[in-house]
């Protein structure tokens, strides 16, 4: 069975802080990972997206990498802002990539 | 760009009651669907469309129904609701499906709560 695993559940961090979050997954075959954040109360929004030949995707403070041997992938956020506060969510696509599976997301709070 | 939209934002439901979530998107996108959003589970798509009149069942697709007469609209129809279908609902739309790096993009969510 195709799963998802995110850790931490939630994460608590100082304002200008960095983070990292985990996502490991057993999809197979893996099409490709994508990195969500989902403010609270609105839908989720896209911020990277890796195929299995690349290792890292910037979207400005976020990082996200992606090792397709260990099935891992992180993303770091640099330099953390009060809007960062949000679920991240980790979605790995299988098959012909019309096979979504979502991670339970880690919750993010940034503190001052 | 309005992007998705979904409708209403908030409803309360009687058990057996029926009623439609609506979704449309001007992205000219092929590819919608809708998935269910509940506490420490990650979503679940319930149906899904590749196209004008093509549609088929996702993963928890019983007590839901679909139809997609327009490439824009994407309506999702609980028949007889029931408090399991109390959850977040959310309306996703894409370019395409397969082995795409597309970007999905979702709708702001309907929180339906079934008393």
């Known amino acids: 069975k195709n799963q998802v695993e995110q850790s931490p559940q939630s994460l608590i961090i100082l304002e200008g802080k960095n983070c990292t979050l985990q996502?490991?997954?057993?999809?197979?075959?893996?099409?490709?990972l994508r990195w969500y954040k989902q403010d609270t109360g609105r839908g989720p929004v896209s911020l990277t997206i890796?195929?299995?030949?690349?290792n890292t995707k910037s979207n400005g403070r976020y990082t996200a990498t992606l090792d397709a041997d260990t099935k891992q992938s992180s993303l770091h956020i640099t330099a953390s802002q009060l809007s960062d506060s949000a679920s991240y969510i980790c979605?790995?696509?299988?098959?012909?990539?019309?096979?979504?599976?979502f991670g339970t997301g880690t919750q993010l709070k940034v503190e001052l | 760009n309005a992007g998705v939209t979904q409708t209403p934002k908030f409803q309360v439901l009687k058990t057996g009651q029926s009623m439609t979530l609506q979704c449309a998107q001007d992205?000219?996108?092929?590819?919608m669907s809708w998935y269910r959003q509940d506490p420490g589970m990650g979503l679940r798509l319930i149906h899904y469309?590749?196209?004008?009149?093509?549609?088929d069942q996702g993963e928890v697709p019983n007590g839901y129904n679909v139809s997609r007469s327009t490439t824009e609209d994407f309506p999702l129809r609980l028949l007889s609701a029931a408090p399991s279908q109390t959850s977040v609902y959310f309306c996703?739309?894409?370019?395409?499906?397969?082995?795409?790096?597309?970007?999905?993009?979702f709708g702001e969510g309907s929180w339906l709560t079934v008393v």
């Open positions: 996703a739309s894409s370019y395409s499906i397969g082995p795409t790096v597309d970007t999905i993009y």
């Open positions: 996502c490991n997954y057993t999809v197979s075959p893996f099409s490709n």
């Open positions: 890796m195929t299995f030949s690349e």
């Open positions: 979605v790995v696509s299988a098959g012909g990539g019309n096979k979504l599976t």
């Open positions: 992205m000219n996108h092929e590819y």
């Open positions: 469309s590749v196209g004008a009149g093509i549609t």
